[in-house]
């Protein structure tokens, strides 16, 4: 049974800092995985999708890697800016068929201080 | 249309009332899936639906809860006798295959008093 995790809760960083937000998943036959923003009263905007045969992929200033091996993707976001201020969710299929059932993790909430 | 649209944004039952939402998926997307978040990141799979066929049912409180989709017909998820415990916020999303992204809509708050 697919369980996704990350950390850290909560991020703050002055803008203009790069950083990576964690996320690590447990079952590594995975379909593929999602990273979404959430902004408050908001549904989830999807930022990036790695499929389970890719190892990263670019979105303007953001990069998302997908190492199976390990159970653990990344979003790397570069040149933080206040508008970056969300919440953060990496989800992934509950099992390698895909139905769209996802699980997501409990979220990243990053505030860029300007 | 380019966006999921979701109807109300808002709902307020007593207990025990039904409650209907409603979802247009966006154009061209075969795919439909619904979840509640009822905690601040806790999101929960209800249901998929590949065109008007239930795709995963397998999140669907059964004894309440139903859903459909139907041709040329806004997607809807039904709550019958609603409970304290469905005040939640009710995601529908849209995708155009299994393995493309997901496109939510902004969601209906539902709250049972």
């Known amino acids: 049974k697919q369980e996704v995790t990350q950390i850290p809760a909560a991020l703050s960083v002055p803008e203009g800092e790069n950083l990576v937000l964690n996320c690590s998943f447990t079952?590594?036959?995975?379909?593929?995985l999602q990273w979404f923003r959430q902004d408050p009263g908001k549904g989830l905007t999807s930022l990036l999708l790695?499929?389970?045969?890719?190892r990263e992929q670019t979105s303007g200033r953001l990069n998302a890697s997908l190492d199976k091996s390990s159970g653990r993707s990344t979003l790397y976001i570069a040149a933080s800016q206040p508008g970056d201020s969300a919440t953060y969710l990496c989800?992934?299929?509950?099992?390698?068929?895909?139905?769209?059932?996802?699980?997501f993790g409990q979220g990243t909430t990053l505030q860029v201080k300007p | 249309g380019e966006e999921v649209a979701q109807t109300p944004k808002h709902l307020v039952r007593g207990e025990g009332q039904k409650a209907k939402l409603y979802c247009a998926p966006i154009?061209?997307?075969?795919?439909v899936f619904w979840y509640q978040q009822v905690l601040k990141n806790e999101f929960k799979f209800l249901i998929s639906?590949?065109?008007?066929?239930?795709?995963?049912e397998t999140g669907m409180p059964k004894e309440r809860f139903s859903a459909k989709c139907l041709p040329n017909s806004p997607c809807s998820l039904e709550i019958q006798a609603t409970k304290l415990e469905d005040s939640a916020v009710y995601f529908c999303?849209?995708?155009?295959?299994?393995?493309?992204?997901?496109?939510f809509g902004n969601g209906t708050r539902l709250t049972v008093t």
């Open positions: 999303a849209s995708s155009q295959s299994r393995n493309s992204p997901l496109h």
């Open positions: 079952d590594s036959a995975i379909y593929n």
């Open positions: 790695i499929q389970s045969s890719q």
């Open positions: 639906f590949q065109n008007e066929n239930v795709f995963d």
């Open positions: 154009k061209g997307h075969s795919y």
């Open positions: 989800a992934a299929p509950q099992s390698s068929s895909n139905t769209g059932k996802l699980i």
